[in-house]
């Protein structure tokens, strides 16, 4: 493995570390209609889940509120402390979980929901009251004691030992806490400062122990980040060992999310010494004992994200990287996302119009796209790839019915150079990714997408958050 990092210098940087999609998704968000809505919500959910049929669920709930605001942040939020607004929010949250477990009710749909996650903004600022209420309403969809998993993100600004000791109380048993760096000066500069010690007394075994899981999500690319600083928070976080790792890029885009001006582009780090930090980290995390899970996620080897790579099972979508049990996706709360079947839909995003569409009886779909045939093919090779480091072509035949090498013509022809660079393998029938591969995922997935075989970038969205 030591071979491989040694042949990433600034030539194959330049060449491969493109830009490109992340590829939750395929196709990307901003190629999704607004014309489809609410109607078309409810037919799809008819079609994919008919009467009686139990399909393993993922819910994912959007909590949109932070106190503060991070300057690195592309998430959808709302910078408030108003407890009493959070409050409406959640009445209308409600409100939405009553709509679809009427329509559940009417179409005769079992929701057989598996897995839940709180993600945001923060929802670690709810109090122990509003929280309990939460999981209350939820249990209107869902039997909180038979989940697989039930996590939640945190800010580690606005818990104590207390509620960490609640939420594995209430059955929450994965916990993530957003850490992004441990610089002092790089956590003044995006507006995160959150001492060492303040984590520390959060993961004391006595209440690490209560969780079945806890995960820190890191960012590189920040402002005044270099190598050295973040070798130094890699150094912390190992002495921690949390159970999971995501390590994600920071995307400065200033011309698209307005805050981000308020940090000096110049002490964003440049491409080469961006994508050294991120090698470098890999390269640690993997010695220390990490195993690499995808584009962008770490875990130690009993941790069942790692268990679900090695045997093929480990599933992508907007939650990110997933142990397999749940590939369909439903989402509630603003800008939330659902995924199921050929379909995607995402939620309203600004709060009025969310209110409004609850206030008048309907789900608050904002767009949505029904996949055709070619690009749920594609969706499945992309997500494959991007997953297991590895595709099956003749599962691929047997699972559509045709045959790859005819299909996939055009695609195949392109991996001439790929192939000499050593960053895949062809067979006649598998593509498999190497080691040094791995270090451009994205560009190898490219490879089949349509939209930027044809030219069409994708375009980020202020709505996509």
Same mark, same amino acid.
């Given at each position: 493995?030591?071979?491989t990092f040694?042949k990433?210098?600034?030539?194959?940087?330049?060449?491969?570390?493109?830009?490109?999609?992340?590829?939750?998704?395929?196709?990307?968000?901003?190629?999704?209609?607004?014309?489809?809505?609410s109607?078309?919500y409810?037919?799809?959910?008819?079609?994919?889940?008919?009467h009686?049929?139990?399909?393993?669920?993922?819910?994912?709930?959007?909590f949109?509120?932070?106190?503060?605001?991070?300057?690195y942040c592309?998430?959808?939020?709302?910078?408030t402390?108003?407890?009493?607004?959070?409050?409406t929010?959640?009445?209308?949250?409600?409100k939405?979980i %009553?709509?679809?477990?009427?329509?559940?009710?009417?179409?005769?749909?079992?929701?057989?929901?598996?897995?839940i996650?709180?993600?945001?903004?923060?929802?670690?600022?709810?109090?122990?009251?509003?929280?309990?209420?939460?999981?209350?309403?939820?249990?209107?969809?869902?039997?909180?004691?038979?989940?697989?998993?039930?996590?939640?993100?945190?800010?580690i600004?606005?818990?104590?030992?207390?509620?960490?000791?609640?939420?594995?109380?209430?059955?929450?048993?994965?916990?993530s806490?957003?850490?992004?760096?441990?610089?002092?000066?790089?956590?003044?500069?995006?507006?995160?400062?959150?001492?060492?010690?303040?984590?520390e007394?959060?993961?004391?075994?006595?209440?690490?122990?209560?969780?079945?899981?806890i995960?820190?999500?890191m960012?590189?690319?920040?402002?005044?980040?270099?190598?050295e600083?973040?070798?130094?928070?890699?150094?912390?976080?190992?002495?921690?060992?949390?159970d999971?790792?995501?390590?994600?890029?920071?995307?400065?885009?200033?011309?698209?999310?307005?805050?981000?001006?308020?940090m000096?582009?110049?002490?964003?780090?440049?491409?080469?010494?961006?994508?050294?930090?991120?090698?470098?980290?890999?390269?640690?995390?993997?010695?220390?004992?990490?195993?690499?899970i995808?584009?962008?996620?770490?875990?130690?080897?009993?941790?069942?994200?790692?268990?679900?790579?090695?045997?093929?099972r480990?599933?992508?979508?907007?939650?990110?990287?997933?142990?397999?049990?749940?590939h369909?996706?439903?989402?509630?709360?603003?800008?939330?996302?659902?995924?199921?079947g050929?379909y995607?839909f995402?939620?309203?995003?600004?709060?009025?119009?969310?209110?409004?569409?609850?206030?008048?009886?309907?789900?608050?779909?904002?767009?949505?796209?029904?996949l055709?045939?070619?690009?749920?093919?594609?969706?499945?090779?992309?997500?494959?790839?991007?997953?297991?480091?590895?595709? %099956?072509?003749r599962?691929?035949?047997?699972?559509?019915?045709?045959?790859?090498?005819?299909?996939?013509?055009?695609e195949l022809?392109?991996?001439?150079e790929?192939?000499k660079?050593?960053?895949?393998?062809?067979?006649?029938?598998?593509?498999?990714?190497?080691?040094?591969?791995?270090?451009?995922?994205?560009?190898?997935?490219?490879?089949?997408?349509?939209?930027?075989?044809?030219?069409?970038?994708?375009?980020?969205?202020l709505?996509?958050?």
């Amino acid at each position: 493995m030591t071979d491989t990092f040694s042949k990433i210098d600034r030539s194959f940087i330049k060449k491969y570390n493109s830009s490109g999609p992340w590829y939750v998704c395929y196709p990307p968000v901003g190629v999704w209609s607004t014309e489809m809505s609410s109607p078309d919500y409810e037919q799809a959910l008819i079609e994919e889940f008919p009467h009686g049929r139990k399909v393993p669920l993922y819910l994912y709930v959007h909590f949109p509120f932070c106190p503060k605001l991070c300057y690195y942040c592309h998430c959808h939020v709302v910078i408030t402390k108003n407890q009493g607004r959070m409050l409406t929010f959640l009445n209308y949250l409600y409100k939405e979980i %009553d709509l679809l477990r009427k329509f559940f009710d009417k179409q005769g749909i079992v929701p057989c929901i598996k897995e839940i996650h709180l993600g945001g903004g923060s929802p670690s600022v709810m109090s122990e009251e509003e929280l309990s209420e939460l999981i209350k309403r939820l249990e209107k969809l869902v039997k909180i004691d038979e989940l697989d998993e039930f996590s939640i993100e945190i800010d580690i600004r606005t818990v104590g030992p207390e509620k960490i000791k609640f939420y594995s109380e209430v059955g929450i048993d994965r916990i993530s806490f957003g850490i992004q760096d441990f610089d002092p000066e790089v956590q003044r500069v995006i507006n995160r400062v959150q001492p060492l010690d303040q984590l520390e007394e959060l993961v004391v075994p006595e209440l690490r122990n209560r969780f079945k899981s806890i995960n820190f999500d890191m960012i590189y690319g920040l402002p005044l980040q270099t190598r050295e600083s973040f070798r130094q928070t890699i150094e912390q976080l190992k002495k921690i060992s949390p159970d999971r790792i995501c390590l994600y890029l920071y995307n400065h885009r200033p011309d698209i999310f307005q805050h981000q001006t308020v940090m000096n582009s110049k002490d964003v780090p440049q491409e080469y010494e961006k994508s050294m930090i991120n090698v470098e980290t890999i390269q640690d995390l993997m010695e220390a004992g990490y195993i690499r899970i995808g584009l962008d996620h770490f875990a130690k080897c009993e941790d069942d994200l790692a268990v679900a790579a090695k045997n093929n099972r480990l599933h992508r979508s907007f939650v990110g990287y997933t142990a397999g049990r749940t590939h369909d996706l439903i989402g509630i709360g603003p800008s939330s996302i659902s995924g199921f079947g050929n379909y995607y839909f995402q939620n309203m995003y600004s709060l009025d119009r969310y209110y409004e569409a609850i206030d008048s009886g309907t789900l608050p779909v904002h767009r949505g796209i029904k996949l055709t045939f070619d690009q749920k093919i594609r969706e499945d090779i992309i997500l494959k790839i991007i997953s297991n480091f590895y595709l %099956d072509f003749r599962e691929i035949e047997n699972k559509y019915r045709i045959k790859f090498d005819q299909y996939f013509s055009h695609e195949l022809h392109s991996f001439d150079e790929l192939i000499k660079d050593g960053i895949i393998e062809l067979s006649e029938s598998d593509l498999t990714v190497t080691p040094l591969g791995k270090f451009s995922l994205r560009y190898i997935c490219m490879v089949f997408d349509k939209y930027l075989q044809q030219g069409a970038a994708h375009r980020q969205s202020l709505e996509a958050g």
